[in-house]
């Protein structure tokens, strides 16, 4: 290995059964730099980093680290631990009922002569570790006082003392506001001048510039490249994880079928819930089909689920049809006209259990209340109704609905909120993941229902079907709505718009 090196992977390849999940990948993380993993969801950046802490036994490739004298195989985090590899997670995995100093030492507590625990002695060294990396922290407290960024900065101070040489952080911003982010930046900086090679993992492109020396960059299980931050501008950075090339782009026109209403359906002023959405203004009319684009992460979903009550907004004012509303919870914005297709169908969409007919009639049931059942033969003749609508491929109303194709599923969610007639319809991810027959024919159904006059917020991860179906785009990053595009739509310029302009 190279001198300034710390952790080399070379071909690394990991198959889950028939998916080719890491097709030969190389990463390098050199001593005292901070390197972003980027790239979209499924890219493979969360199978890479189980591959180098153990958790997923690759298929080929080799792993080196510095100090260890040939291929480091590990078998487990713990494994991964006793190279110097070491991962602090989103959800922090430390014991909130113990204090700081306990959770620093567990399972490593110093002893005293007599072969008990010295408290004194590793609260005073724990003390010692958190001033050093400038957090300040009363390591007697338990940990559950403390905000989920202290929290975080334990854990990393907990890797830092067992002698990590690799700090893996996988999306450690996610949950945290600025302030809270710029503190764990400083940690970072810390590290950093201390030699520790950090990875870190994020959707956050501002973050990535401010803190990060390099950037690898994967795509669908495949290395696009590694490259020096300044060499990457957020443009090009997009570029590659979204697979494009400029030169190759196309304009491509909106369709015109959509007559729009000059009615607002919705209105937002200040609309935000903290921690997942920054305040933002946002009006929707009668018959438009608006789009929200970004990286995942950007605050796409979080923007839906503030207007949705999912997460109750916590600061502006909602009108829907002109009057002033209070959503507290979906319900009350299902009485209102609005339904909202998950973008996770399975763990928030269909109910794998039960048939076809009962997927379908769950919001409307939910709408009409327990003491308006609906009968057997209505929801039979509704069930069919969109069964026929959407061509839902089944034997029978009947079937279960995991014995449906992913695509299917969709239909059958889709069908569930179309069953309610909503005024106004949030669609997260609605074409994610289902074959692109598939995908045309529900690009179609929402440009028919906006025709109709139906308001349609459509949130996907691919540029091009959104240029299709949307006559304006939001842009979020960072939790934020930075612009609104209006005019003609092209590939290029909503990608500059989520990539920043032309920020450096």
Not at 25 to 45: C, P, Q
Not at 210 to 235: A, F, K, M, Q, S
Not at 359 to 384: T, V, Y
Not at 409 to 414: A, C, D, G, T, Y
């Amino acid at each position: 290995m190279e001198d300034n090196v710390v952790l080399t992977a070379r071909q690394i390849s990991m198959t889950f059964p028939g998916v080719l999940a890491l097709d030969r990948v190389d990463f390098t993380l050199r001593k005292g730099e901070i390197h972003a993993l980027m790239g979209e969801n499924g890219a493979g950046k969360s199978t890479l980093i189980k591959c180098l802490t153990g958790i997923n036994d690759f298929v080929n490739g080799e792993i080196h680290v510095d100090g260890i004298e040939g291929p480091v195989h590990n078998h487990s985090t713990k494994d991964a631990q006793n190279v110097g590899i070491s991962t602090v997670y989103q959800e922090v995995n430390l014991c909130p009922n113990l204090s700081v100093a306990e959770n620093l030492f567990i399972g490593r507590e110093p002893l005293t002569k007599f072969g008990t625990i010295d408290r004194k002695s590793y609260t005073a060294k724990a003390q010692k570790i958190m001033d050093d990396l400038g957090i300040s922290v009363d390591v007697t407290k338990n940990l559950e006082n403390y905000s989920l960024a202290i929290q975080q900065m334990v854990a990393i101070a907990r890797a830092v003392d067992m002698d990590c040489k690799v700090l893996i952080l996988d999306e450690p911003t996610s949950s945290l506001d600025d302030e809270e982010v710029e503190k764990l930046f400083n940690v970072m900086r810390i590290l950093k001048n201390k030699g520790v090679g950090i990875v870190f993992v994020t959707h956050f492109l501002e973050q990535v510039y401010e803190v990060c020396d390099r950037i690898t960059v994967l795509r669908n299980g495949c290395l696009v490249g590694e490259y020096p931050i300044v060499d990457l501008p957020r443009l090009k950075l997009v570029a590659a994880m979204m697979g494009k090339d400029f030169d190759d782009l196309k304009s491509i026109k909106s369709d015109e079928n959509s007559k729009i209403f000059d009615e607002l359906e919705i209105s937002a002023r200040g609309l935000g819930h903290s921690g997942t959405i920054k305040p933002f203004d946002l009006d929707i009319h009668k018959g438009e089909v608006i789009g929200v684009g970004g990286l995942l992460g950007s605050g796409r979903s979080e923007m839906a689920r503030a207007i949705y009550g999912a997460d109750k907004a916590n600061s502006g004012t909602l009108k829907v049809k002109g009057k002033e509303v209070k959503i507290n919870q979906p319900i009350d914005a299902m009485n209102l006209g609005m339904g909202m297709l998950p973008d996770d169908r399975k763990t928030e969409g269909i109910i794998a259990d039960l048939s076809i007919r009962e997927n379908i009639m769950l919001a409307l049931q939910s709408k009409n209340g327990m003491f308006r059942l609906m009968s057997k033969s209505a929801q039979n003749e509704l069930a069919d109704k969109f069964i026929k609508l959407l061509s839902i491929k089944t034997p029978g109303r009947e079937t279960l609905v995991k014995q449906l194709s992913g695509g299917n599923q969709q239909k059958v969610i889709l069908a569930r909120w179309l069953a309610t007639n909503p005024d106004f319809l949030i669609l997260d991810e609605p074409t994610r993941g289902i074959d692109i027959g598939t995908k045309t024919e529900i690009q179609k159904l929402v440009l028919q229902l906006a025709s109709e006059g139906k308001s349609i917020m459509f949130i996907s991860s691919e540029i091009a079907e959104m240029i299709r179906t949307c006559s304006r785009m939001i842009i979020m990053r960072d939790g934020e709505k930075v612009d609104e595009l209006t005019g003609e739509l092209t590939e290029e310029r909503v990608m500059k718009s989520i990539a920043g302009g032309d920020k450096k």
